[in-house]
């Protein structure tokens, strides 16, 4: 009986055990879990950055077979009848499949859009009022926004500096700088997400402050100086009829005398802020494993003035 004891007593402590180990490789398993997870995840998304990067590299091989020549000075004056990198505005690369990932690419003209560091009251106004937004509210948006970025606390008449918005206990406050990204333009005294909705797709903080009178849309062009509805109509007529404006100094010819007359007063402002031609193009690329929940984001600007295209590339949180 003894025996039997002795032999049942340490079946049971090895079951004990087993059950023991059992279970500590479980919580061992369960422990470690999340460290394997995130571990998967920092690969995937460092594969989801390289195809990203690759879809910026495909963009810049297929802008340097459109126009192979040295990068030279570009200018805002008079410009031939073609223009290389145009036909690459709005163009859309992918999605294409590389080991294993994909990638998807979109290029846009940053010249189609009003610079928002760049643009002064008066044409951030303009802009405003051709989306059809009250012209009081306008203009108390746009000193808002010329508060935001000037470097002193001199609130304009319709403005705010820091004090009003630290009164108002807003999330965010003028930093008395340009904004480094749009987004922050939500954060502006007087807008609202409507209205943030209704100018986003016409402002862009990329790109030196010039304006491609061949590209941009109508609510850009009648914000810049000069431009009349009928200047605009003739201009987006003779896109539509796939004709480019070549030279400024000639496009009030075909205007009537008051518009004709508006343009050429306006006429040494204009010159400063338009080009004729695409000059640069913002690339947008997202890459993913397909399947996978994991996209990473790398937006590059391409230049035709740089001597390798790539003026700067950031990834995207």
Do not use: C, K
Not at 25 to 54: F, H, K, N, Q, Y
Not at 110 to 133: F, M, S, V
């Amino acid at each position: 009986m003894r025996a039997r004891a002795r032999h049942g007593f340490a079946l049971l402590a090895a079951l004990a055990l087993l059950v023991t180990i059992s279970i500590v490789a479980l919580e061992l398993d369960v422990a470690a879990r999340p460290r394997r997870l995130a571990a998967a995840g920092a690969t995937e998304r460092v594969s989801a950055l390289a195809a990203a990067t690759a879809g910026v590299e495909h963009a810049r091989a297929m802008l340097v077979r459109l126009d192979p020549h040295p990068p030279g000075r570009l200018t805002r004056e008079a410009t031939p009848a073609l223009d290389p990198w145009g036909p690459a505005d709005g163009m859309v690369i992918g999605p294409v499949a590389l080991e294993g990932m994909s990638y998807r690419a979109e290029l846009r003209d940053p010249y189609a859009r009003l610079p928002l560091n760049a643009a002064g009251e008066d044409q951030l106004r303009r802009l405003l009022i051709a989306l059809r937004i009250d012209a009081h509210r306008a203009d108390m948006l746009a000193q808002a926004i010329a508060d935001w970025r000037d470097q002193d606390q001199l609130r304009r008449a319709n403005g705010a500096e820091r004090a009003e918005y630290l009164r108002e206990r807003r999330p965010l406050v003028p930093d008395d700088g340009p904004f480094a990204e749009l987004q922050t333009l939500r954060f502006v005294m007087g807008m609202t997400d409507s209205l943030f909705r209704a100018v986003e797709p016409y402002l862009t903080t990329v790109g030196d402050g010039g304006v491609n009178l061949n590209s941009a849309p109508r609510p850009v062009l009648l914000a810049l100086p000069g431009m009349t509805v009928e200047t605009v109509g003739y201009i987006l007529r003779e896109r539509a009829a796939g004709r480019r404006i070549t030279d400024i100094m000639r496009l009030g010819d075909r205007l009537s005398p008051g518009a004709r007359q508006q343009l050429r007063a306006a006429m040494p402002l204009l010159r400063n802020v338009v080009t004729l031609e695409t000059r640069e193009l913002l690339v947008t690329s997202d890459g993913w494993r397909p399947g996978g929940g994991t996209m990473v984001r790398v937006e590059a600007l391409i230049s035709r003035n740089a001597e390798d295209r790539v003026v700067w590339q950031r990834v995207l949180p």
